[in-house]
């Protein structure tokens, strides 16, 4: 997935949760449906991402700690091995 694909599909995701949170949306019930199966649709790909990121956040950390004292560098292969494509 493109980079841009995946910005859209994040925004849509932020989009509809603001959405799910105005009570006005609750008068229409069909519209509730359309929102909160889409917002379900997106939820597995939000959580992904945002899991990917504090891997990211994580291998960053072990590779400053890795710098400062090597036996941080087995960390460092494992969090890249969970980072990796």
Known sequence: MSN????TLLA????LEK?????????DQ???RR???RFAELAPLHAAHTELEAARADLA???????????????VEAVAAA???
Request: aromatic share 4%.
């Open 12 to 15: 849509e995701y932020a989009q």
């Open 61 to 75: 950390a072990a590779r400053e700690l890795a710098a400062e004292d090597p036996s941080f560098a087995t960390e």
């Open 30 to 32: 069909a519209l509730v």
């Open 19 to 27: 959405q799910m949170e105005d009570p006005a949306i609750h008068t």
């Open 4 to 7: 841009d694909r995946l910005t």
């Open 83 to 85: 980072v990796a494509p």
């Open 35 to 37: 929102v909160g199966r």
